[in-house]
């Protein structure tokens, strides 16, 4: 699982996930992911190169969204494939955690 | 009490249990069953979903994380699909009397655990379960046309 960041104007991160967010891919990116959620307040986690995500990736975009809101930030979701979309509507993280399809609506969910 | 056999050697996986095991393991395993069987990239990922959510509670609450124990994983052909059967040596659970978890109202009260057998439910056609002389055998079923019509 590879993650990176970009900053983009408006002072919003943009964060990368890149491979299957799955019990190891989950483990990889936790750390990484918890201090970006420690640092930011405008984050737009991009998800389209996600092939998939469990339980435990789940639990790795709730605890660092929980910390954002916290702090009073915000964060979205970018371009979930069809079946990471259906898991986060199952487990409903998608009423708690917007997902946008648009780039533009997401930066602009961020402003 | 059913019988469930593999019909061939790729058709049955034996898993450590470990959850840095199942990363590694399964998702190859599903990838050959799939391209031999011609499954659909939905089910595909169905399967390794409700695999990797089962596997990893047998891990950490059946086996209570404790390692070299033998998970056995089966593909059986059936005439409408497939099935997905899990056998265990852990003490007696059905995972299948676990309540779903609350539906959550915000974020901040949002529970971050319980979501693994729900998940199962929303992904797979049917789960039984069947308690063991010494474990457990979940039975996930798949039903998929394009399987069904691959089988004689």
């Known amino acids: ?28 990116i936790d750390l ?4 970006i959620a420690g640092a930011k307040k405008a984050v737009l986690v991009d998800m389209q190169k996600v092939s998939f995500i469990g339980s435990m990736g789940l639990r790795t975009l709730v605890t660092p969204a929980q910390a954002i809101k916290g702090r009073g930030g915000k964060i979205v979701l970018f371009g979930p494939n069809e079946m990471v979309e259906k898991v986060l509507k199952s487990s409903a993280i998608d009423t708690l955690i917007p997902v946008h399809h648009e780039f533009q609506s997401a930066v602009a969910a961020l402003q | 009490m059913n019988s469930y056999s ?23 395993w599903i990838e050959r069953l799939a391209s031999l069987h011609a499954i659909s990239d939905r089910t595909r990922y169905a399967m390794d979903l409700c695999l990797e959510e089962v596997l990893s509670n047998i891990v950490r609450h059946g086996y209570a994380c404790e390692s070299s124990r033998a998970i056995i994983i089966r593909y059986v052909s059936q005439r409408d699909g497939f099935t997905l059967v899990v056998e265990d040596e852990a003490p007696p659970f059905n995972p299948l009397i676990t309540e779903d978890p609350p539906i959550p109202r915000s974020l901040e009260n949002a529970s971050v655990g319980g979501q693994g057998i729900h998940l199962v439910k929303q992904f797979a056609d049917a789960i039984e379960y069947e308690p063991m002389p010494n474990g457990n055998r979940l039975i996930i079923k798949f039903i998929s046309p394009e399987t069904s019509r691959a089988v004689v």
């Open chain 1, 32 to 35: 990484k992911m918890n201090v």
């Open chain 1, 1 to 28: 699982m590879q993650i990176s960041t970009e900053e983009l104007e408006g002072g919003i991160t943009r964060v990368v996930l890149d491979g299957r967010l799955d019990i190891m891919g989950a483990q990889e």
């Open chain 2, 6 to 28: 593999a019909n061939t050697p790729a058709e049955c996986l034996t898993l450590e249990s470990k959850l840095s095991e199942i990363s590694r393991v399964v998702p190859p």
